[in-house]
Every structure is written in structure tokens, then in C-alpha cells.
């Protein structure tokens, strides 16, 4: 069955650096979003993409965060300088078409800043 | 704006017994509904989901769920519980109306299943 991956599993960076989180959403899927989920607490919408352009972004989304689709198969999502509430595990998530179908989700990329 | 509040953060029940995990919602127009499940170290898994016609919806590993428009609630249900349900339960909402479709997800409800 095909399925979300993402990679690294975990990535452990230094407060100010730079982090480019990789996703390979299922391949005839059209939307693609990022989520993240803060230890304990609720999972949370960043983004959602397609057609090469962001659909919507929540308030989180800063001018910090960017989302890529840099050829037919990768789904990236970069933080420019991290800071210490960054950490999180972020999701991946892609649809073959909108609010009705489901979203299959990757198994995520655990962030720690430090 | 859309929420979603899952009632009791820990729902512990023998095996065997019945689950029932408590999910209402807030929104300005019916809402899409889905549970998702997260077991630990894996990511999310849709259970079920309600978009439109019947109410009473069925899922994966003999889960239910119903949607009920005056209660704004979409409860999950399971008639006998097994250890193999313990998880972390996730009720999320997404706006018919909203192009990018994203979720709004509850703030889960984690699933212990004694012996």
C-alpha cells in the first residue's frame, strides 16, 4: 500500500540554525500539508500546498517557516532559524483531492532544538 | 472558527468492555469529521470519517462512530475493547468549505486497555 514517508526520523539542531524537513507524499496525490505536534499537546495545521503554491497557513507559519515542492516526488518544509518552541514532531500529510478524501499521514520527523 | 474538544484526556477500560471515547465540535457549517488513531512512534491512521448520508459510520478495527447534528458530537464507539486498542485517539473537523482542507484536530484522548 502506498504510504507518506518523511525523513530524517529525528533531527536535533542548535538554536539559529537551519532545518529542511523531507516528505514523500503518496505519488498521484495533489495536496500536501504540514502539521506539527508539540509534546502534549493537540496536532496543529501549518500548511497546506498544491499547485506549487501555499493554500492556506496558519498563524504559526511565519516569515521563519517555507514549503517546497522541488520536483515531481519531495515535499520539504524549511525553518530558517530555529528557536527552542520549535521543537516538535512535525507531519506530513498529502490528499488526492480535497476535504472529503483522507489525508494519510507520515510518520513523522521528530525536531529538537537546543 | 472551527474547534473540536475531546472530553478526558485518558479513558482507561478493561478488555472487553465498551469504548467509548467523547468528541464535539464547533462549526459554522457541517462540518467533514474524522477519528484518527496514533499508535506510539507511527503517525496518523484514519479510523472513520463522516462526510455526508448516513450518520452512523463504521471504520477500521470494529469502530463506530455517530454523527449527531443537534448534540454537535461524533462520539467513537467500540463494543469490546482489545488490548491492541490502546492508543492515542485523534477527533478532527475540516470545513466543506475550505479549499485547502486543512484539520483541526482535538487535543486527543489517549486509550488504556487493562487485562
Known amino acids: 500500500e502506498p504510504e507518506v514517508t518523511q525523513t530524517p526520523s529525528h533531527q536535533v539542531t542548535q538554536m539559529g540554525q537551519e532545518v529542511i524537513l523531507r516528505c514523500v507524499p503518496i505519488?498521484?496525490?495533489?495536496?500536501f500539508y504540514w502539521y506539527r505536534q508539540i509534546l502534549g499537546q493537540k496536532v496543529e495545521f501549518l500548511v497546506s500546498f498544491y499547485n506549487n503554491e501555499i493554500s492556506e497557513k496558519s498563524e504559526i507559519f511565519d516569515d521563519q517557516f517555507s514549503v517546497e515542492r522541488p520536483d515531481g516526488s519531495n515535499f520539504t518544509l524549511k525553518i530558517r532559524s530555529t528557536k527552542l518552541e520549535d521543537s516538535a514532531m512535525y507531519f506530513c500529510?498529502?490528499?488526492?483531492?480535497?476535504?472529503?478524501?483522507?489525508?494519510?499521514f507520515g510518520p513523522g520527523t521528530r525536531l529538537t532544538v537546543l | 472558527a472551527q474547534s473540536v474538544t475531546q472530553l478526558g484526556s485518558h479513558v482507561s477500560v478493561s478488555e472487553g468492555a465498551l469504548v467509548l471515547l467523547r468528541c464535539n465540535y464547533s462549526?459554522?457549517?457541517?462540518?467533514?469529521l474524522f477519528w484518527y488513531v496514533q499508535y506510539p512512534n507511527q503517525g496518523l491512521q484514519l479510523l472513520l470519517k463522516?462526510?455526508?448520508?448516513?450518520?452512523l459510520v463504521k471504520g477500521i478495527n470494529g469502530f463506530e462512530a455517530e454523527f449527531k447534528k443537534s448534540e454537535t458530537s461524533f462520539h467513537l464507539t467500540k463494543p469490546s475493547a482489545h488490548m491492541s486498542d490502546a492508543a492515542e485517539y485523534f477527533c478532527?473537523?475540516?470545513?466543506?468549505?475550505?479549499?485547502?482542507?486543512?484539520?483541526?484536530f482535538g487535543q486527543g484522548t489517549e486509550l488504556s486497555v487493562k487485562p
Open positions: 463522516y462526510t455526508t448520508g448516513a450518520t
Open positions: 462549526s459554522s457549517v457541517p462540518p467533514y
Open positions: 500529510a498529502s490528499t488526492q483531492r480535497l476535504s472529503t478524501d483522507t489525508q494519510y
Open positions: 478532527a473537523v475540516s470545513d466543506r468549505g475550505n479549499q485547502g482542507g486543512k484539520l483541526i
Open positions: 505519488s498521484n496525490h495533489l495536496y
